[in-house]
């Protein structure tokens, strides 16, 4: 359609709107973590990198850091591992229940998240806790796990889709065994679904608070969660908003390498 | 014979190794931990010991439907899931048209990566960030005019805040939509002489439905479901999820709490059926 010079202006002045809607509160963390005002008075006064080397050194928000990157770890290698394979079941077989598997999988991401908490943390506490397994990081992890899967299986499964089998055939036909076709073709194809899928994960991990807070054992505390119980305290704010500046300078990393990954569609599906 | 030419071999085996540990987790984990919740939602706890009932009873969902409160704060989450989900239309079908339709494809690259890269920030450092923003005396305040100018913590806040957090969710949907419809048919239109907002309306608009249904799962799931941002930026404010927490928490009654919770699943079951029919849920 042919829009006037005064459409396409319109236009160009609302998307540079939008983006300033998007962009200006993350700007706004960013100049804060150097206002000198521990309150954040507007506008800022004068400028100190205090707060940052106060951060540096708050022993709370580094070992909560810690656990969040093994929780995300380990959430991300178990939702490697099974949705790998029910992408492979899904994409290479027929059986019972198909349809009603993929929409499953969809689940723990679909329903709200204190749903899924509630459900993880009470069957939890009445199956797993008397067999002597308490909940700690190990429930955080199985928690994230479950709603994790959903990100490597799309990415694997769509991978499998638009690959085919033809590759894999070829390469028994030349009498490759089994183990030889997946780790010289079938991996090499699926590598940077993986990558793409994993990275999701381990971000959707890495930011979860709602699942975690129902499954995270005593003295657990992940980084989302320090930061939510440090944000209500107003002589921790400085401190909260320099490490709220550090993540938003980190984002910019999985988006990045995601386009050299494979182009601006592997972030797309954040979910 | 090795274990992998017998895998090889025998596919039901194979198939039955690949999704045994997966279906063990999904199936019978998580759905056995969803059915107990919905199992619990029919008990009660004894008001002395605290201790769980388990005799089966309506009790729960009848309070759920006769107290005012309930029937408030659900209509309050439904609102507001809705408002933020007309907010978040509102502002992504213009900018997801010109980024795909008017911008140059240059331009267009990184205008999906500007969209995409807040995607990656953390959900609560966008909370926190508005938390600032709204504060007593914060540079919304500032900016109309002095402290408590500006709207401050509250259900305003709330939608705002939720709105924000979630139209990326929106915006790539509908450009993904978009980017789908060739150029020609917008041209044919404007040959036979549709002028700029009719061929929107007539063309655009209908194509779009299923991607803008397909955002709109998110926006208002998500803003449904949140209780992190209700208690960050909402002041009093209460919505399902903060009632369903304080009955976990302080008031420690998991059934009622159980029974509270299947109510935004139900209005989600729904939501999807009633959109599924537009083939929203291809376009996820």
């Known amino acids: ?271 | 014979m090795s274990l992998g030419s017998f895998l090889h071999r025998h596919p039901r085996v194979r198939l039955t190794a690949l999704l045994s540990a997966p279906v063990l987790w999904l199936v019978v984990a998580y759905l056995g931990a969803l059915a107990v919740l919905l199992v619990s939602a029919f008990w009660s706890v004894n008001g002395f010991t605290g201790d769980l009932v388990k005799v089966v009873s309506l009790d729960n969902f009848r309070t759920l439907f006769a107290e005012a409160v309930y029937r408030n704060v659900t209509l309050r989450s439904v609102g507001v899931a809705a408002a933020v989900t007309a907010i978040c239309v509102v502002l992504a079908v213009p900018m997801a048209f010109f980024m795909a339709k008017v911008a140059s494809p240059r331009s267009r690259h990184w205008l999906v990566i500007a969209i995409l890269t807040p995607l990656w920030a953390s959900y609560l450092v966008k909370a926190y960030a508005w938390r600032v923003l709204l504060a007593n005396g914060g540079p919304i305040d500032w900016v109309l005019g002095g402290p408590g100018h500006g709207p401050g913590y509250g259900l305003f806040a709330v939608i705002l805040v939720l709105s924000y957090l979630w139209l990326p969710y929106m915006i790539l949907p509908i450009y993904a939509g978009l980017e789908r419809l060739p150029d020609s048919m917008l041209e044919a239109s404007a040959d036979l002489g549709a002028r700029a907002w009719r061929t929107f309306r007539a063309i655009v608009l209908p194509i779009l439905i299923p991607s803008i249904f397909a955002g709109s799962i998110f926006t208002f799931s998500l803003s449904l479901g949140d209780y992190i941002t209700v208690q960050i930026v909402g002041g009093k404010t209460q919505m399902i999820g903060n009632v369903v927490y304080a009955n976990i928490g302080a008031a420690n009654n998991l059934p009622f709490a159980a029974a509270l919770a299947t109510v935004p699943v139900v209005i989600m079951v729904i939501y999807l059926i009633a959109v599924r029919r537009s083939g929203a849920l291809e376009e996820l």
């Open chain 1, 1 to 271: 359609m042919t829009l006037s010079p005064w459409a396409r202006w319109a236009m160009r002045v609302f998307m540079g709107a939008g983006l300033g809607f998007i962009y200006a509160p993350l700007m706004l963390v960013l100049i804060n973590s150097f206002n000198g005002d521990r309150t954040f008075g507007w506008p800022p006064h004068d400028f100190t990198l205090r707060w940052w080397s106060s951060a540096w050194d708050n022993s709370g928000a580094r070992d909560a850091l810690w656990t969040s990157v093994e929780a995300g770890l380990g959430a991300t290698a178990i939702a490697l591992v099974l949705g790998t394979m029910v992408a492979f079941a899904v994409q290479r077989f027929k059986f019972f229940g198909r349809d009603t598997l993929s929409l499953l999988i969809v689940l723990p991401i679909a329903l709200p998240g204190i749903v899924t908490g509630i459900a993880l943390d009470s069957a939890w506490r009445s199956v797993v806790e008397p067999l002597g397994v308490g909940k700690g990081l190990f429930s955080v992890i199985v928690g994230h796990a479950t709603f994790c899967v959903v990100t490597v299986y799309n990415n694997v499964l769509a991978r499998l889709r638009r690959t085919g089998t033809n590759l894999e055939e070829a390469s028994a036909d030349l009498g490759a065994v089994p183990g030889q076709t997946f780790r010289y073709v079938t991996f090499p194809l699926i590598r940077s679904a993986l990558l793409a899928g994993g990275l999701l994960a381990f971000a959707l991990s890495f930011d979860e608070i709602i699942v975690t807070t129902f499954t995270a054992g005593p003295g657990i505390t992940t980084l989302p969660i320090w930061i939510f119980n440090n944000l209500f305290r107003p002589n921790q704010a400085p401190v909260v908003n320099v490490v709220a500046a550090i993540l938003i300078v980190l984002s910019v990393l999985p988006v990045w390498f995601a386009q050299r990954l494979a182009g601006p569609e592997a972030g797309a599906s954040r979910t």
